[in-house]
């Protein structure tokens, strides 16, 4: 008989395991509201899954708060609800580019040198990390009167016929999820300036088209008439391309400045 070598099999004739993909990250941190001095990078290396977005990423770092030095840090705060695409919580910037971290998938943002790198929107107040204060969207939304008033105390309205174009125009206007990107995007908007942006614009247009906006159709113009209105756009035109929801805000802004215009006219007559 053959005697069994003892010798161990050659490396050669081994499989090499496949190193496992790890995504790069480098995210723009802040301790708190009003602590700008904490204000730093920080490098994360996770691993990498197939159809991944940017916010499985970030759940990897919640999960197991790491930096890519070995350091461990605090969790990183970011703001997310839908994980859809549809609330508009987690819009941020992405590679310098503001879109939702949702939707942003990381087969698609991934450079080819470098890690993604993730920063709060830079026109509202940093609460932490990549979480911001969006009050400032709201209290816009509140000037132009972006609702319809009920009164239940009154009879019931009769429902009333509108034209089919109508109906799509108002479709058109309507999917805003008030994620603030048509702000990041818009050179007039900053806190240095009154400018309530195309969002709260495009709101005055949605309600003020067709009979159910009728009623308070007036107040929202004059609301955009003054200081920080339409007026103060400066047709730059970012806002409808980032917009993730394809609203035509260029045209919203248009027919509000065309609105208003006939509405200095009437009050400068009537008056």
Partial sequence: MTARSNQETPASSALPERAARLVQLKIRRQDGPDR???????????????????ISALQQIQKHPVAANGAKVA??????????????????????????????????????????????????PVLRDLVVDRSRIFDALQTVHAWRELDSALAPIPAQREAPHRQARRSELSPCTTCGACLEACPEYSSRSD??????????????????????????????????????????????EVCPAGIPLVDSIQEVARATTKELVVSWLFK
């Fill in 75 to 124: 969790p990183v705060a970011w703001d997310s609800a839908c994980a859809d695409d549809v609330c508009g919580a987690c819009t941020m910037l992405i590679n310098g580019r503001v879109r939702s971290a949702c939707a942003a998938l990381i087969d698609d943002v991934a450079p080819r040198k470098g890690p993604i790198t993730l920063e709060p929107l830079s026109k509202f």
């Fill in 36 to 54: 700008p001095e904490t204000r730093r990078w920080e490098e994360f290396e996770v691993a990498y899954l197939p159809r991944m977005n940017v």
């Fill in 195 to 240: 400018f309530l942006g195309a969002l709260a614009i495009n709101q005055v247009h949605l309600h003020n088209e067709g009979a159910p906006g009728s009623d308070t159709e007036r107040a929202r113009l004059q609301a955009v008439m003054g200081p920080g209105g339409v007026a103060d756009c400066g047709k730059a035109q970012n806002c409808v």
